[in-house]
């Protein structure tokens, strides 16, 4: 089993902050997926990263993926309170095991 | 149609009680997933089925009993369960086995008396 280690495991911020997140692993994945998780709701796929260095944005959310492939970090800039969630990683290569998560709260 | 839906959205059940958890999806997918989230834990994968044979149980108590009638929908048989089942139950698929991206369904918030 391939261990995903999330930090931090809580985050509480205000409105206008910058923050990263981090999900690492001492196994090579062929991708990792980020996650975002409303409470009452099923986990929304936010990105998939493939190839190792890769950086992807999506409007303020910047995903790396390590050179390695074992690791990958979540920025966000200027958070807002509808940032709030449990944001997941989860690594592929025929299973589908999540981090722990990175709980953040935003307040206005 | 990108939805996965999941019924019933509440389940209050006792521990003698026998009873189904429903997860469905029109999207092609052939992989099709149960995870179990307790309140502020992230989801634990239970069972995968992949082309409707079942591909992975996590040591999953046989409680629990998993069916896939067919590529589009799944189902969890519930029996004889103990309090400490209760959680969010989540169903999710993705295109093919290699779980790529999964798309989840609300789920199901099981109470077990």
């Known amino acids: 089993t391939q261990l995903l280690e999330q930090s931090p495991q809580f985050l509480s911020i205000q409105e206008g902050e910058n923050l990263t997140v981090y999900c690492n692993s001492s196994?090579?994945?062929?991708?990792l997926q980020w996650y975002r998780q409303e409470p009452g709701e099923g986990p929304v796929l936010l990105v998939t990263v493939v190839t190792g260095g890769e950086v992807k944005k999506l409007k303020r959310l910047t995903f790396q993926f390590g050179d390695a492939r074992k690791d990958s970090s979540l920025h966000i800039t200027a958070a807002q309170p509808g940032d709030t969630g449990l944001y997941l990683c989860?690594?592929?290569?025929?299973?589908?095991?999540f981090g722990a998560g990175t709980r953040l709260t935003v307040k206005p | 149609d990108t939805e996965v839906t999941q019924t019933p959205k509440h389940l209050v059940m006792g521990m003698t009680n026998k009873k189904s958890l429903k997860c469905e999806q029109h999207m092609g997918h052939r992989a099709m997933y149960w995870y179990k989230q307790k309140a502020k834990k992230p989801p634990e994968l239970m069972f995968v089925?992949?082309?409707?044979?079942?591909?992975i149980n996590e040591s999953v108590p046989s409680r629990f009993s998993p069916e896939c009638p067919n590529s589009s929908l799944l189902n969890l048989h519930l029996h004889a369960l103990q309090p400490e089942d209760s959680a969010l139950y989540l169903c999710a698929s993705s295109q093919d086995g290699t779980a790529e991206k999964l798309f989840f369904g609300s789920g199901t918030q099981l109470s077990v008396l």
């Open positions: 196994s090579v994945f062929s991708s």
């Open positions: 989860a690594g592929d290569n025929n299973d589908m095991r």
């Open positions: 089925y992949s082309y409707e044979k079942l591909s």
